[in-house]
C-alpha cells in the first residue's frame, strides 16, 4: 500500500520561498501522476501542481509563474518550491500521486503571515 508523507510545511513572511517534499517510501505502481493541492479555511480543495509520466508540469492559476514542481523519481520524492508567497497561500497543501490507486498525502500546514 502507498503511503505518502510530506514534509517542509512551516510559517513563512509575505514574500517569502518555502518547498515542501512528498515522499511514497518505494516505487508507485501503475504511476500516471504526481501533484500538489491545496485547501484554505472555508474554500474548495484546488490544484496547484502536477506532472505526468509523460508530460508536464501543470500548474494551477495561483501556482502559475511562483510555484516549481519537480519529481525526483530515483527518490521517490515530489517536490513544490514556493516563491513569492502571499497570505493568500495559506493553506493546508496535500500531495496526490495517481497509479493503480489514487493515494493523497496527510496534509501539511503552510502559513504565510507577518
Known amino acids: 500500500q502507498v503511503q505518502l508523507v510530506e514534509s517542509g510545511g512551516g510559517r513563512v513572511e509575505p514574500g517569502g520561498s518555502l518547498s515542501l517534499s512528498c515522499a511514497s517510501g518505494?516505487?508507485?505502481?501503475?504511476?500516471?501522476?504526481a501533484g500538489w493541492y491545496r485547501q484554505a479555511p472555508g474554500r474548495q480543495r484546488e490544484f496547484v501542481a502536477s506532472?505526468?509520466?509523460?508530460?508536464?508540469?501543470w500548474f494551477g492559476d495561483p501556482a502559475k509563474g511562483r510555484f516549481n514542481v519537480a519529481h525526483d523519481r530515483q527518490k521517490n520524492t515530489l517536490y513544490l518550491h514556493m516563491y513569492r508567497l502571499t497570505p493568500e497561500d495559506t493553506a493546508v497543501y496535500y500531495c496526490?500521486?495517481?497509479?493503480?490507486?489514487?493515494?493523497w498525502g496527510q496534509g501539511i500546514q503552510v502559513i504565510v503571515s507577518s
Open positions: 518505494g516505487d508507485v505502481p501503475g504511476l500516471i501522476s
Open positions: 496526490r500521486f495517481q497509479g493503480i490507486t489514487d493515494t
Open positions: 506532472m505526468s509520466s509523460s508530460d508536464g508540469p
